[in-house]
């Protein structure tokens, strides 16, 4: 399943990022193939995943933003369990360590805004081992590339994402992907 994750990221490489609902069907009917929900809730994130998958879609649930459930290890494996999206992203390295453990495919999110960030990042992947990092704000394709020349992990990059031009500098400097909460890139 890992595999075909990555696949899907590297054949199309423009993620959706939904920060409201309103905008999901918007991201199902675009040309992603695949979503970050960032704004579920214990309501409705089996069924805002099961939407996306219906439409042959891959879904990571952002645990950090799933509003009116824990964020323990019982949490995590209700999310496995129950809403079963295609993996999940968090910043929290405990997150990450608890759903691998569990088989569940992980990325994690990283804020570079100096040095000492990079190096805690660099730090956490070799430990943690997440399938594949985020690096925000993506927009800092010089940073990009050093990261990924250093870690042997695919690298998606978000946030600050505004035109076709950021993508393609993000994917030129190595990442598989560029998550945006921008509708008219889905498109691309």
Same mark, same amino acid.
């Given at each position: 399943?890992?595999?075909?994750?990555?696949? &899907?990221?590297?054949?199309?490489?423009?993620?959706?990022?939904?920060?409201?609902?309103?905008?999901?069907?918007?991201?199902?009917?675009?040309?992603?193939?695949?979503?970050?929900?960032?704004?579920?809730?214990?309501?409705?994130?089996?069924?805002?995943?099961?939407?996306?998958?219906?439409?042959?879609?891959?879904?990571?649930?952002?645990?950090?933003?799933?509003? @009116? +459930?824990? *964020?323990?290890?019982?949490?995590?494996?209700?999310?496995?369990?129950? +809403?079963?999206?295609?993996?999940? $992203?968090?910043?929290?390295?405990?997150? +990450?360590?608890?759903?691998?453990?569990?088989?569940?495919?992980?990325?994690? &999110?990283?804020?570079?805004? %100096?040095? *000492?960030?990079?190096?805690?990042?660099?730090?956490?992947? *070799?430990?943690?081992?997440?399938?594949?990092?985020?690096?925000?704000?993506?927009?800092?394709?010089?940073?990009?590339? &050093?990261?990924? &020349?250093?870690?042997?992990?695919?690298?998606?990059?978000? @946030?600050? +994402?505004?035109? #076709?031009?950021?993508?393609?500098? $993000?994917? #030129?400097?190595?990442?598989?992907?560029?998550?945006?909460?921008? *509708? %008219?890139?889905?498109?691309?």
């Amino acid at each position: 399943m890992k595999e075909v994750i990555i696949d &899907r990221v590297e054949l199309n490489p423009v993620i959706a990022a939904v920060q409201n609902v309103e905008d999901l069907e918007i991201a199902i009917n675009s040309q992603v193939k695949t979503i970050f929900i960032l704004c579920a809730d214990i309501f409705n994130a089996k069924s805002l995943v099961d939407k996306i998958k219906n439409a042959d879609k891959s879904a990571f649930i952002h645990i950090d933003f799933l509003e @009116g +459930i824990g *964020k323990d290890a019982k949490a995590i494996d209700y999310i496995i369990q129950v +809403i079963q999206p295609d993996g999940v $992203i968090s910043t929290k390295s405990n997150h +990450i360590k608890i759903a691998k453990e569990k088989g569940m495919f992980t990325i994690q &999110r990283f804020f570079l805004i %100096d040095n *000492k960030s990079y190096e805690m990042t660099a730090k956490s992947v *070799k430990t943690i081992k997440p399938d594949m990092i985020e690096i925000m704000p993506g927009v800092m394709p010089r940073v990009i590339h &050093r990261i990924i &020349r250093q870690l042997s992990i695919p690298v998606i990059a978000g @946030g600050l +994402i505004s035109s #076709k031009q950021d993508i393609m500098e $993000i994917l #030129k400097a190595g990442a598989v992907g560029a998550s945006t909460s921008k *509708k %008219d890139l889905w498109e691309l």
